[in-house]
């Protein structure tokens, strides 16, 4: 009879190690709720040296294409509106440690000129748009839960219209406080402002 090997156990990591595996997280932070971070979809493939930041952190070029062709339609609508599109994942902070990440956001120009720009933003868009997510969903317990929680959330804060743009379903959410949230196919138009509205099936 053979006698079972007792599992190896894994060495300490030396002070430098957990250091640098402490920046390494830190790097992987998608968004802070309330104190806890909310990783990027992928992050423990790259913890575990099976994907580089990159890969994770990257848009497919449908997510991409579609974040390009909305920001120019929007800001050739709000052309002297007194609007602007904001993106690149636009930091929108509630309080200290408590920060959402945002793909497009609209702001008026004149709240802007109140902020500092280096700054994440402390005042509430008036509009935010998201194409899907790149959030480590474990955390939650079904993944509608993180789209549900972050829309109350942005909307609590003050926005006034939450647009959730999905590639794989094809499918629009729009959210509004006091007002049942609808879900529309591309095919429709969306209303983002009075006079200003998106059709997505025309930009892909």
């Known amino acids: 009879m053979i006698a079972e090997q007792p599992p190896r156990k894994r060495p300490a990591q030396t002070p430098q190690q957990r250091k640098e595996r402490a920046q390494l997280l830190e790097s992987l932070i998608y968004e802070m709720w309330d104190g806890k971070p909310v990783y990027y979809a992928g992050y423990q ?33 709000l052309v002297d509106s007194g609007y602007e599109v904001l993106t690149n994942e636009l930091g929108v902070q509630f309080k200290k440690s408590d920060w959402r990440a945002c793909n497009l956001a609209i702001f008026e120009t004149a709240v802007l000129e109140t902020q500092d720009l280096s700054k994440y933003a402390w005042v509430p868009p008036k509009v ?57 196919n591309w095919t429709q138009p969306i209303d983002v402002l009075p006079g200003c509205s998106l059709i997505i099936s025309g930009l892909v």
């Not at 930041?53 to 997510?63: H, P, R, T, Y």
């Not at 579609?66 to 120019?72: D, E, F």
């Not at 935010?128 to 997510?133: F, L, N, P």
């Open 128 to 184: 935010v748009i998201e194409i899907d997510t790149k959030a480590d969903m474990t955390r939650f317990e079904i993944e509608v839960d993180y789209y549900q929680q972050k829309t109350t959330q942005l909307l609590d804060f003050g926005v006034e219209k939450v647009i959730w743009i999905f590639t794989k379903s094809e499918k629009v959410w729009v959210a509004e406080p006091d007002k049942d949230w609808l879900i529309k």
């Open 45 to 77: 493939d790259v913890i575990a040296h099976r994907k580089t930041k990159e890969e994770i952190m990257s848009s497919s070029l449908l997510q991409s294409r579609l974040a390009s062709k909305v920001n120019v339609k929007l800001s050739n609508q």
